[in-house]
């Protein structure tokens, strides 16, 4: 069973950060990709960042790139989503989610996390 597990939500002022994290079992890190969605009330549910299962480079959605940073600890099974500048904009339920490859279509993804909030007033 696939389980993934996500920390570190909270409530931050604009311009602040937070870190959230992801952890699962070895089993499951070694055979999944994985990645962060979101879903801010009213919207659908999009693509923040992921890497793909063997490396390579990593992906990130327009409105997050060069303030958010996407990684891995291996030696720990977990993900991190570091998220800087942080916007009221990017309030918003942030998800951790594996697949055999991460799509953009949430309908895609098989397994998510319970899922964190994040909330940035202004």
């Known amino acids: 069973q696939v389980q993934l597990v996500e920390s570190g939500g909270g409530s931050v002022q604009a311009g602040g950060s937070l870190r959230l994290s992801c952890a699962t079992s070895?089993?499951?890190?070694?055979?999944?990709?994985m990645g962060w969605f979101r879903q801010a009330p009213g919207k659908e549910r999009e693509l923040v960042a992921t890497?793909?299962?063997?490396?390579?480079?990593?992906y990130y959605a327009d409105s997050v790139k060069g303030r958010f940073t996407y990684f891995r600890d291996v030696t720990k099974s977990t993900v991190y989503l570091q998220m800087d500048s942080l916007r009221p904009e990017d309030t918003a339920i942030y998800y951790c989610?594996?697949?055999?490859?991460?799509?953009?279509?949430?309908?895609?993804?098989?397994?998510w996390g319970r899922g964190t909030q994040v909330t940035v007033s202004s």
């Open positions: 890497i793909p299962r063997y490396g390579g480079n990593t």
């Open positions: 070895e089993r499951t890190f070694r055979a999944y990709a």
């Open positions: 989610a594996a697949a055999g490859v991460i799509s953009s279509t949430p309908q895609h993804i098989p397994y």
